[in-house]
């Protein structure tokens, strides 16, 4: 019988496009999105995956998304979770983040699922002082990592691998900060590059981070849910980039004006607090606050070599990411000037000690 593949996090960016991939494969699929968004995801997902309405905080919601009458092999692949780069405590963040992730644990050994595929974050792995190359931790703790949202993924990871340990067949990723086409919202990545395309965006910081495409993250995923071990992490990274890379890649893209002032970090933190408080009034999301700044200066040498080892794993140029993220923009409606097709340059990835 072909197995049955279950997603939660359905209409979010990875989601989404871990959905595209299976499809292509012609699997059967069944997707969990919030209620209220079930028509927007019926619109995003079309009509091949089936799709279920429930919450991940809530574990009788989660009933109808397990059901397995027909006794099919069930891999849940777990995406749904809430990014926040906000400095304030949010309480959504720890009840979706580790309570929903202990939730679709407890389903899956009901349900004896045959895999569990945890989508982490390399934001749960302890940072390394700058210039070491970080690679797969064996154990998470909140009290290792910095930020609420790292605290939960730690936490949630943690969760994962003990049930690991206890005989549940679940193994976890490690994505990098993710960007790419198919963002039908406003992820940080994809809100970086509508900002300097709608010219709204017009000094640049110092810093930078391993920004990965959405795509390769979810071949990952899928390379995963076939040949991931029991109880083991990957990393899904690419590399390092300044923003100011970004930013002058964008350009070529797109033949919009160069960035050329550029704001140390120690600036932008000093006024950080004052544009948290003025997004919020906006009720929009900054793209720069204390824990992104602190983000930007942080270590970001992830090694993926252990992912490209075991899951044939091997992440495109940040180049043809951007360019595919502009053209997919532009198709949404969301920009509407011609491109500039700019020429790739190959990048080496950071191989571990």
Not at 47 to 55: A, S
């Amino acid at each position: 019988m072909q197995p049955l593949y279950l997603v939660t996090g359905a209409a979010g960016h990875l989601g989404n496009t871990v959905i595209q991939g299976l499809l292509k494969e012609c699997a059967a699929v069944r997707a969990l999105v919030l209620p209220h968004e079930l028509e927007a995801a019926h619109r995003i997902l079309g009509t091949k995956p089936e799709l279920i309405p429930g919450n991940v905080t809530d574990e009788k919601s989660l009933e109808p998304f397990f059901t397995n009458p027909e006794r099919a092999e069930l891999c849940v692949i777990h995406c749904a979770g809430v990014i926040s780069i906000t400095s304030s405590f949010d309480p959504l963040v720890y009840d979706v983040n580790v309570n929903g992730t202990r939730n679709i644990i407890n389903l899956c050994k009901q349900h004896e699922v045959s895999k569990l595929v945890y989508i982490s974050s390399v934001h749960a792995i302890p940072e390394l002082p700058h210039g070491k190359v970080i690679s797969e931790a064996d154990t998470f703790s909140p009290d290792d990592v910095s930020g609420l949202y790292a605290k939960t993924k730690a936490e949630a990871t943690q969760l994962v691998l003990e049930a690991a340990n206890e005989g549940l067949n679940a193994c976890i990723v490690h994505p990098a900060g993710i960007i790419g086409p198919y963002d039908f919202g406003n992820g940080h990545g994809t809100q970086i590059v509508l900002d300097y395309l709608e010219g709204r965006l017009n000094v640049c910081v110092q810093g930078g981070y391993d920004f990965v495409d959405v795509r390769d993250v979810a071949d990952g995923i899928l390379a995963c849910c076939k040949n991931g071990k029991r109880g083991e992490c990957y990393i899904l990274s690419n590399n390092y980039y300044p923003v100011k890379e970004i930013l002058d890649s964008l350009h070529e893209i797109s033949g919009k004006r160069r960035i050329k002032t550029m704001l140390p970090l120690w600036l932008v933190r000093l006024f950080a607090p004052i544009a948290e408080v003025y997004y919020k009034l906006k009720k929009q999301t900054p793209l720069f606050t204390r824990y992104s700044i602190y983000t930007l200066q942080s270590n970001s040498l992830f090694s993926h070599d252990k992912a490209t080892r075991e899951l044939g794993y091997n992440p495109r140029p940040i180049k043809q990411t951007l360019l595919d993220t502009v053209q997919w923009l532009k198709t949404q409606g969301r920009i509407g000037k011609p491109l500039v097709k700019p020429r790739l340059k190959k990048r080496v990835r950071f191989a571990s000690n």
